[in-house]
């Protein structure tokens, strides 16, 4: 038998409250990404029949244990701004939880951007990995010439650990428009359960 889904569950939070990505975000999702000046190195749907594919995508993945996904969404008013993920689900012992897990595939609405509702989603995210999964790393990683997104992971307090050359796959964005299919070169961070009390402590006094 096979690694089993991950459960899916709402993180909720001060701002932002992630919930289950579902077929009743679309319209708020297509809202959300109508602005699209600041994808630089973000694929985001385009659309409302793009979104659809890409939330069947995400919840056919979810099916197959590859990720969990989430709506970010207005802790207060309860608004679509956008999508998170737990992905590179990796099993190592055998346990009902994976060992190793990468945050990643985050888009938010331009007028979500800079708010601390990042910050947030990602004290949430990492909390409930270390706390109610238990895994034993935690990576992120962006494009090595992302700079914005390179600076944001290191504000969390990751470990940068090196640039993966030839490493996934480019999707086509605004900043490479013709990139996709191309080889990345990929800026990987971590953080581990020692480092753990010190990140959430470091993102709390930034949400304070």
């Known amino acids: 038998m096979g690694p089993r889904p991950l459960e899916r569950v709402t993180l909720p939070g001060r701002y932002v409250r992630l919930e289950?990505?579902?077929?009743?975000?679309?319209?708020?999702?297509?809202?959300?990404?109508a602005a699209r000046d600041s994808y630089g190195y973000?694929?985001?749907p385009d659309g409302r029949a793009a979104m659809t594919r890409y939330i069947d995508g995400l919840l056919d993945?979810?099916?197959?244990?590859?990720?969990l996904p989430f709506a970010q969404v207005d802790a207060v008013t309860g608004t679509p701004l956008g999508c998170t993920r737990y992905l590179s689900l990796t099993?190592?012992?055998?346990?009902?939880?994976?060992?190793?897990l990468e945050i990643g595939g985050t888009w938010l609405a331009a007028t979500a951007q800079g708010t601390g509702i990042n910050t947030e989603a990602k004290l949430?995210?990492?909390?409930?990995?270390?706390?109610?999964?238990g895994v034993w790393r935690v990576q992120i990683c962006t494009d090595a010439d992302n700079a914005r997104s390179r600076a944001a992971i290191e504000r969390l307090g990751a470990t940068f650990e090196g640039v993966l050359r030839n490493h996934r796959l480019l999707q086509g964005s605004t900043a490479n428009p013709d990139g996709a299919g191309r080889p990345r070169q990929t800026a990987m961070y971590s953080i581990t359960p020692d480092e753990w009390p010190a990140v959430e402590a470091g993102l709390v006094a930034r949400l304070h």
């Open 42 to 44: 973000t694929t985001v």
């Open 20 to 33: 289950p990505l579902g077929h009743e975000h679309v319209d708020g999702l297509e809202a959300a990404a």
């Open 91 to 100: 099993w190592l012992t055998g346990r009902e939880h994976p060992d190793e």
């Open 61 to 67: 993945d979810h099916a197959a244990a590859k990720v």
């Open 124 to 133: 949430l995210l990492l909390r409930h990995a270390f706390t109610a999964l």
